[in-house]
């Protein structure tokens, strides 16, 4: 059966970054072809199959929006950003048969049980464009800095990114 998802994060960024998230994003699924738990997996936009240990999961990232958000506020230095991705795999259920492997459970899950989402930052001091992520298990808060002058870029407060069921 397919499911959609989708993986959402919200980010503060200096005035002026400019912010392009990429078009992948990584998340642990646990993978019907395999019948492994927590598998990671580099989904891409517009392509519908990915690798998942040297074999074809069928993946895809339908959209991507890159969203600006706005609030009224004269003392605001930062512009907050959200980065949603639309996705949709193929999931049956399964049960992963080997011993000792040390998870919390053994029969399969639809959804991720993490993520990474990466970007690009072009920095408004010096104008270097850098990549960065965010990704669940990361020590917050999280300060992204330009490598070329020290500039501080986005900052990074809570669990992310988050994951909700999407109707197909």
Request: charged share 15%; hydrophobic share 35%; with cysteine.
């Given at each position: 059966m397919k499911i959609n998802f989708i993986a959402k994060t919200i980010l503060s960024f200096a005035k002026g970054a400019i912010v392009q998230p990429l078009e992948t994003v990584e998340v642990s699924l646990d993978c019907a072809v395999c019948q492994k738990l927590y598998r990671t997996v580099i989904i891409h936009k517009d392509v519908g199959e990915?690798?998942?240990?040297?074999?074809?999961?069928?993946?895809m990232i339908k959209l991507i929006e890159n969203n600006k958000k706005i609030w009224k506020s004269?003392?605001?230095k930062e512009e907050m950003r959200e980065f949603i991705y639309h996705v949709e795999y193929e999931?049956?259920?399964f049960e992963d048969s080997?011993?000792?492997?040390g998870y919390d459970r053994r029969?399969?899950?639809?959804?991720?049980?993490w993520?990474?989402?990466?970007?690009?930052?072009?920095?408004p001091k010096c104008k270097s464009i850098q990549r960065f992520f965010t990704q669940n298990n990361i020590v917050r808060p999280f300060i992204g800095i330009c490598g070329q002058c020290s500039y501080q870029l986005y900052t990074d407060n809570k669990e992310q990114p988050l994951f909700e069921k999407e109707e197909s």
């Open positions: 990915t690798k998942c240990a040297g074999h074809s999961f069928p993946a004269f003392f605001m999931y049956t259920e080997r011993d000792g492997t029969a399969s899950h639809e959804f991720p049980s993520g990474r989402i990466s970007f690009l930052v072009t920095c």
